[in-house]
């Protein structure tokens, strides 16, 4: 289909221009007309392409769709829906104004979708890298009880909940990843040409050397010999080890692993379990069902083991248990949640209550992170402590040993 480029006006006077897909001029006026625009002129679009809209044709070189720009969408559709505006005629808005080529793309199919008598939930689902099931279910379940605006505005919420919960994750991360780079660096550094440099000094005085003093000249000769067989090997293992942990079973241990870690494992877990709660809540709250929400919640969640966890606690329902027995069997959830939980079930406000577990949860993983810095001080003193005491035995003793002898 050929591409125009027009130039229009909106009711109040103001220039919209950009490109559109059309079977003809003709056409294109009659879709600027029906989304409320006055066209003034419209001409086909140049089909030479400069060498970044060729690269952007490229899989490899398309910029993805970010969490900030699908909350950006669901406020959107949220407020033209709310506004009255035709579904159709809100989504060609939008495109409209949306800069990234593949976000044209997307809308533009959803909307051939729409014009073919699909449901929106139904062109959603045709575009999952975009749109997550969760998205679809939430969506679907408003059309059917003709509360499409109030879904949006729920997705948007919860996405941007979602996107404080990724910050506070890389902000648990980012302090200690810095501190081991740092720590592998001067090791690294001291290895390759402080210790060669004590090393020539030690044999010109011919002695004996104490055994930690050998060792680690022994260590720095290695590294200084096969630095390139090091590098190539350390460089082959990330990426041996980014394969694997692209596996099912790769990945379920390195999740698994990366809760255990002291004091940043137990953010990540809160973290998890805020999303679920939240991812739950707001599905249970929209007419989802119970099975579908634990199954959806548990998929959204970026850590393998409590996914599996989840899988778990969705099979022990599904074969007729309760939420509290399937939850205490994961061994995930703290009592306190677990109890608020209980209540839930007797009351029949579980989705009110997970909130409740969810804001609990993202309450002590921000105090946590604020924390992080004096939680992690005292590790971090050890290490430093453990590579001078390395450094002492290795080079200051045999030097205080030969300036004795030479006394």
């Known amino acids: 289909m050929p591409n125009f480029r027009y130039l229009a006006r909106t009711t109040d006077g103001r220039a919209q221009e950009g490109i559109m897909e059309a079977p003809s001029q003709e056409a294109a006026a009659d879709q600027l007309q029906n989304t409320g625009y006055i066209p003034v002129s419209i001409s086909p679009a ?132 810095f501190v081991l780079v740092a720590i592998g660096v001067a090791t690294a550094v001291i290895t390759l040409f402080v210790i060669p440099a004590f090393a020539q000094m030690f044999e010109s005085f011919d002695a004996q ?36 942990t692209r596996t099912e079973k790769g990945r379920y241990i390195w999740d698994r692993s990366k ?39 548990g998929q959204t969640l970026d850590n393998a083991y409590i996914s599996y966890r989840l899988h778990e606690m969705y099979d022990q329902v599904q074969r007729g248990g309760t939420l509290l027995q399937s939850a205490e069997s994961t061994e995930l959830f703290t009592p ?13 406000n579980v989705d009110a209550m997970l909130t409740e577990a969810a804001v609990f949860y993202e309450r002590e993983v921000d105090y946590e992170v604020k924390n992080l810095t004096s939680s992690i001080e005292p590790i971090l003193i050890i290490v430093i402590g453990a590579m001078v005491l390395i450094l002492a035995l290795g080079v200051f003793l045999p030097m205080w040993s030969m300036g004795q002898a030479a006394l």
């Open 46 to 177: 140049r089909e030479s392409r400069d060498w970044m809209a060729a690269l952007q044709q490229i899989q490899l070189f398309r910029s993805k769709v970010n969490l900030d720009e699908i909350i950006l969408f669901t406020r959107q559709m949220y407020s033209l829906i709310q506004a009255g505006i035709p579904l159709i005629r809100s989504l060609r808005s939008i495109r409209d104004t949306m800069r990234k080529q593949v976000w044209k793309e997307v809308l533009q199919g959803v909307i051939q979708e729409l014009e073919q008598g699909r449901q929106l939930s139904e062109a959603m689902q045709q575009f999952p890298r975009v749109f997550s099931r969760l998205m679809v279910n939430i969506v679907q379940a408003g059309e059917e009880s003709g509360r499409l605006d109030d879904a949006f505005l729920e997705l948007s919420n919860y996405l941007e909940r979602e996107k404080e919960t990724r910050m506070q994750i890389k902000s648990a991360l980012r302090y200690p990843s």
């Open 209 to 244: 050397l104490p055994w930690p003093t050998r060792v680690i000249i022994a260590v720095s000769e290695f590294a200084s010999s096969y630095w390139l067989l090091l590098l190539v090997l350390g460089i082959g293992g990330f990426f041996a080890l980014r394969a694997y």
């Open 259 to 297: 809760l255990k870690v002291p004091i940043v494992g137990s953010i990540l877990l809160r973290a998890s379990l805020a999303r679920f709660c939240r991812g739950f809540s707001m599905g249970f709250s929209s007419g989802v069902g119970v099975l579908q929400c634990l199954d959806l919640s």
């Open 336 to 348: 306190l949640v677990l109890q608020m939980l209980s209540v839930g079930e007797e009351t029949g």
